[in-house]
């Protein structure tokens, strides 16, 4: 090999992409030219500086923002009647119940708040298709909502999560504690101004380790 | 082998997933499949298109996007197939509409300062404390340097160099990522060095001179 020909394939040598006649060509000729050599050190000194570039890192507030921007779609979507295999699940009868879920202050969510988890026995009595504890709670959730959807908002880190009772009854989740809390109408927070007849109990939840604290606005169509 | 290909130890210190998995989870309607691909690449898709637009805020934005349409199009990934050259294709073609968009709005704004829109800023150094403050500086300033000479040179050398470099993937992924022939992606890497080379050996140059 030539100079002009080694240098043609100096980039794959240094990565390792030439077959080895290829590679013991250019190693040979290498090693009589001081130019090449020079070359091959250059390119290889270029990759060194940019695998030393520092790494950002994803702001805290990447995870709530892509859910902010895909519930926004979905909803227009969904508006737009376009159901695809996300499509939330659609009831049979004339009666739509849609559901909101409300963020509150976290005073009942502290640290050293008892949140008793759903165990064993729970599991024994629910259908068998359910998978997990969080199916369960899940599952209980919005059946006591009279709902087959609804959207959780991670009180944390403000994650939008879409939940349909369909998916949950088939799909295992990770496990998921429960804790009780006042009604909507004694505490502060967005249900305080709805009607109480529209709204139902709020609740605190574990889910993936992540307190959260939801309520319901029942609409009936 | 880049870094999405390796084992994943789950933040529970459960077994890893492989993202095959986790993106046939999500098909199959198990959100946690995606938010586990979404804290397992998000830095690095954000790193990605940084490198290739330099531009913090507007990488921000586009990372964004991209786990937004992986989310949206779901559907459209086949089981089987790997999905870290998806994922980067999406964001490949997200930064390079960009930059397109980018390069048509300077052309037409009269009072645009491409000099200060090209400044490369450094944020979120790691380890800080483990170097010398001259070490800090001079690792800085090697880093705008290389960061300032990838934005000169065009960008069908600046992704090949970015996914070879940054992210380790071999050239028939870059192939695949860049829906580009494998003998394409490889002289595209060897140009792209070259280029490099240059633009760093004239940007020397150049500060010299100033110096005197």
């Known amino acids: 090999m030539n100079c002009h020909q080694v240098r043609e394939h100096l980039s794959a040598f240094i990565d390792k992409d030439l077959d080895s006649d290829q590679t013991n060509a250019i190693k040979a000729h290498l090693i009589r030219c001081s130019q090449c050599r020079q070359t091959r050190d250059q390119l290889e000194k270029i990759g060194h500086m940019i695998r030393q570039m520092a790494p950002l890192t994803a702001p805290a507030d990447m995870q709530f923002r892509i859910y902010s921007s895909i519930r926004h779609k979905v909803t227009r979507t969904d508006r737009r009647l376009h159901f695809g295999w996300r499509s939330v699940f659609v009831p049979a009868t004339a009666m739509i119940i849609g559901v909101f879920i409300g963020i509150w202050s976290d005073a009942s969510l502290s640290p050293g708040s008892p949140v008793p988890m759903i165990t064993s026995e729970h599991r024994d009595h629910a259908d068998t298709t359910i998978q997990s504890d969080a199916d369960i709670m899940l599952a209980g959730l919005l059946d006591s909502a009279g709902v087959d959807s609804a959207m959780i908002v991670d009180a944390d880190t403000r994650i939008i999560r879409d939940y349909n009772l369909d998916r949950y009854v088939h799909q295992p989740m990770v496990p998921v504690s429960v804790d009780f809390i006042p009604d909507v109408g004694s505490d502060s927070g967005p249900g305080e101004a709805k009607s109480r007849d529209s709204v139902v109990p709020a609740r605190s939840y574990v889910l993936d380790n992540v307190p959260m604290r939801v309520g319901y606005e029942r609409t009936i169509y | ?212």
Request: some cysteine; aromatic content about 8%; overall charge negative.
């Open chain 2, 1 to 212: 082998m880049p870094a999405g290909d390796q084992p994943h130890l789950e933040r529970d210190g459960t077994m890893p997933i492989s993202d095959d998995d986790l993106m046939c989870r999500f098909q199959q309607g198990d959100e946690s499949g995606f938010l586990r691909l979404l804290e397992r690449y998000q830095d690095r898709i954000l790193n990605f298109i940084f490198r290739m637009i330099n531009d913090r805020q507007l990488a921000e934005d586009l990372t964004q996007e991209v786990f937004v349409r992986i989310y949206m199009n779901a559907g459209r990934y086949h089981p089987g197939s790997r999905f870290a050259p998806w994922l980067y294709r999406i964001a490949s073609n997200l930064a390079i509409n960009e930059l397109r968009r980018r390069k048509r709005w300077r052309f037409v704004t009269i009072d645009s300062h491409p000099a200060d829109d090209d400044r490369m800023v450094i944020t979120d150094l790691e380890d800080e404390d483990s170097i010398s403050p001259d070490q800090h500086v001079e690792q800085k300033e090697a880093a705008e340097e290389v960061a300032e000479a990838l934005e000169r040179i065009p960008v069908k050398y600046r992704a090949p160099l970015i996914l070879r470099e940054l992210e380790g993937y071999d050239y028939e992924e870059i192939a695949q990522i860049l829906d580009v022939p494998r003998g394409t992606v490889k002289s595209r890497l060897n140009r792209g060095r070259s280029l490099l080379v240059t633009a760093l050996q004239r940007a020397r140059a150049t500060a010299s001179a100033a110096l005197g």
